[in-house]
């Protein structure tokens, strides 16, 4: 009986187990073969995007012609592609969104630095923040460097090392008594009855609003009260143990019989009754901080508390880092002016040394009179 020859080894599509878009099988110019997904289950897209494959192919070979890539065509694979490591997150697709309106269509061998400045210009001329076009470029940066490497797209990087300054960091933070307010006013939000617990976690772990809104209960450790972290799920992309003091684990527990009574099997920490997972709490968060008459307090901000209270506490800085997952300790460092009393205790020991020497000086000087 002859042997079944795999289909993959053909020019063609074919479907995997393991994923549910259609993979694109073809030899490229130097007659390597060529194995890839086409990012899109619908049958006739995949047949075109092979077509365009196999016809760049073609052109490398008989005219040596450098296949054209788009931003369009960049971004769509980057973002939601297999292999990508990097998952797209709100904050992606927000700068997606911005990037598509002035590049879509552009030819990414084309793309100079001149067109990146004028992005700038355009961005900063809507009162986009340094910060905000930082986060923007880069992505792009980022996608372009992943397409060179891992997809060997001879294109340039135009959007490389063109971040702007950045003005000093935001700290914004409340008190004490100023969260228990909030934390009272968010138990009263009938529609997010999962807002208080959110925002106690947040206080007492430093998390940041994703890690906590997509942690799911596998990664939960009540007996050792840990939270683990993959580095997929972190903004540093490492993994790191989050440490639940009393508070944090009482949410915990508390989350943890909101779904025994609502939705046993979800494998959410923070879900609906229906055990689907909350996407976001924007509107229910600033019902609650104007009901406790907190302004100008952003989510985020929940980070920067937690981080100020440990820098009160006399907690050193290299710890405080390891807690928030910040990548360097220069990071951690913009909390440092919230301890004046460590600086203080610095001079007054330069203070004591001084007087020491004086003191020292003075009785060699009387010594040698005598």
């Known amino acids: 009986m002859p042997k079944k020859r795999k289909t993959r080894d053909l020019d063609g599509l074919y479907r995997r187990p ?18 890839r997904s ?4 619908n049958r006739q897209e995949a047949e075109a995007l092979l077509g365009k494959w196999k016809l760049e192919v073609h052109r490398t070979r008989e005219w040596g012609e450098q296949p054209r890539h788009t931003f369009d ?24 969104k911005r990037l598509f309106a002035a590049f879509s269509g552009c030819d990414l061998g084309t793309l100079a630095p001149l067109d990146i400045r004028a992005y700038i210009d355009r961005r900063t001329a809507k009162g986009a923040a340094p910060g905000t076009i930082n986060r923007e470029l880069g992505l792009l940066s980022a996608a372009i460097n992943y397409a060179r490497k891992e997809w060997d797209w001879d294109i340039p990087n135009a959007a490389q090392g063109r971040r702007l ?17 909030l934390i009272v006013a968010a138990a009263q939000e009938p529609q997010a009855p ?18 906590l809104l997509e ?16 580095a997929i799920d972190t903004k540093a992309g490492r993994r790191r143990s989050v440490p639940l003091n009393r508070d944090a684990r009482d949410a915990m527990l508390s989350r943890s019989r909101f779904r025994a009574q609502y939705c046993p099997v979800s494998p959410w920490v923070f879900c609906d009754k229906d055990g689907s997972r909350v996407q976001s709490i924007k509107r229910s968060w600033a019902t609650a901080c104007r009901r406790a008459g907190i302004a100008d307090f952003h989510i985020h901000d929940l980070r920067h508390t937690c981080a ?18 910040h ?44």
């Open 18 to 35: 393991d994923a549910p878009n259609w993979w694109a099988s073809y030899t490229d110019a130097s007659g390597q073969r060529v194995r």
């Open 38 to 41: 086409t990012g899109t289950a």
């Open 73 to 96: 065509e960049l971004m769509l694979a980057y973002l939601k592609g297999p292999g990508q490591l990097k998952r797209a997150t709100e904050r992606d697709r927000y700068s997606a």
């Open 165 to 181: 300054r950045e003005p000093e960091g935001r700290v914004r933070w409340i008190t004490q008594a100023e969260a228990e307010t």
């Open 194 to 211: 999962y807002l208080a617990d959110f925002i106690r976690l947040a206080l007492n772990t430093g998390c940041r609003r994703n890690e």
């Open 215 to 230: 942690l799911e209960w596998r990664r939960v450790d009540l007996v050792a009260r840990l939270i683990h972290l993959e």
């Open 308 to 325: 100020a209270w440990l820098v009160t506490a006399g907690v050193a800085l290299t710890e405080i880092r390891d807690l928030l997952g």
């Open 327 to 370: 990548s360097t300790v220069r990071m951690t460092e913009r909390y440092a002016h919230l301890a004046p009393e460590n600086v203080r205790a610095a001079v007054a020991a330069i203070e004591g040394a001084a007087s020491r020497s004086r003191h020292v000086e003075f009785r060699t000087v009387a010594g040698n009179e005598g």
